[in-house]
């Protein structure tokens, strides 16, 4: 089952430049920047009172964002996160259906401590599309 709209993921070269006029503007709380050497990016959240808004800068020399950032240079809407409450029955699912799973199918540790997985956009009306273990 669907949850919540987790984070929409904006891909920008430098997050907390990114992310400092959610927090003079609109007052939004504005998360420390971590680095996330297994996604191969650098994250800060924009904390909203219904979701949140994730900065990714790349992170390392592969980083799969790089590339987004050659196409997008002044960034971009990256992904969005929806929450599951199970996320191997999700996938499951989700294969059973006929979506792809990006990478090798198994959950990594996403910026939230929970496990996540990314589904291909093709799959998914062109967009990126998150699902995190709530
Ligand atoms: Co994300």
Do not use: W
Request: contains cysteine; hydrophobic residues 45%; glycine residues 10%.
């Amino acid at each position: 089952m669907l949850g919540r709209l987790n984070h929409v993921a904006i891909a920008v070269r430098d997050a907390q430049k990114a992310a400092k006029i959610y927090g003079v503007a609109f007052g939004a709380e504005i998360s420390d920047a971590v680095p996330l050497p297994e996604h191969g990016v650098i994250t800060v959240f924009a904390t909203l009172p219904n979701t949140k808004i994730e900065f990714i800068q790349p992170y390392g020399e592969t980083s799969p964002i790089a590339r987004f950032l050659e196409r997008n240079a002044d960034g971009g809407i990256h992904h969005i996160c929806y929450e599951v409450p199970d996320i191997i029955a999700a996938r499951d699912t989700l294969v059973r259906e006929g979506a792809r799973v990006l990478g090798d199918g198994e959950p990594k540790i996403g910026a939230h401590g929970k496990p996540v997985l990314f589904l291909h956009p093709k799959d998914f009306s062109g967009a990126l599309v998150e699902i995190e273990q709530a």
